[in-house]
């Protein structure tokens, strides 16, 4: 049977995306590739005709999921002046975000299972997070000096994804949203204090 032009690429596509919001659902060690096939209407078989390994398919769905967080920050950027780190701390720290899991960062929900583990994975997520340093640093205020740019993007990095993590993990919505109120007001503070 012969598949129209684009076929083989479309499917690896419509494979890194379930895999990547299973992979923020479950955890990478907890999906399995039969289950992750069968999903998308696959054989487990078909899966080695898109990758050789499910590292290299968890590469590509980091890869992914840190597309979103570019565009994010592309979006924060054509802002002017403060409405550039408060628009992206806003998206980050809102209620849509913490409530789908499934499609928000991938650092909130993978960072524990990649501190845990070698290889591939690790340093995948550990790009992601000097990335995000360094998107957030094209946000920060202009008054920041460039000599404190990283260190400060690190601090509202830092910030972003605790503050993700506590809110999702309480069972009280009430706190889970006073969460994302704190951590809102304490990332545009970390970003325009003096260091």
Do not use: W
């Amino acid at each position: 049977m012969r598949y129209e032009k684009g076929h083989k690429e479309a499917t690896r596509s419509r494979i890194v995306d379930t895999a990547a919001q299973r992979f923020r659902e479950q955890g990478i060690a907890a999906v399995g590739v039969a289950h992750l096939m069968g999903e998308v209407g696959l054989t487990q078989g078909g899966f080695y005709n898109h990758f050789a390994s499910k590292e290299e398919l968890a590469r590509e769905a980091l890869a992914l999921g840190l597309e979103r967080m570019r565009e994010r920050t592309r979006k924060a950027s054509a802002k002017s002046g403060a409405a550039r780190i408060e628009d992206l701390v806003d998206s980050y720290l809102s209620a849509a975000h913490r409530d789908n899991v499934g499609r928000g960062c991938m650092l909130t929900t993978l960072v524990i299972e990649a501190g845990r583990s070698d290889g591939a994975v690790r340093t995948q997520l550990s790009d992601g997070i000097k990335e995000m340093v360094q998107l957030i640093g094209l946000v920060l205020p202009e008054s920041v000096a460039p000599a404190q740019r990283e260190a400060r993007a690190m601090a509202v990095v830092s910030g972003l994804v605790g503050c993700m993590i506590l809110a999702r993990a309480t069972d009280d919505a009430q706190m889970s949203d006073r969460i994302l109120d704190a951590g809102r007001r304490a990332a545009i503070v970390t970003a325009n204090a003096a260091f």
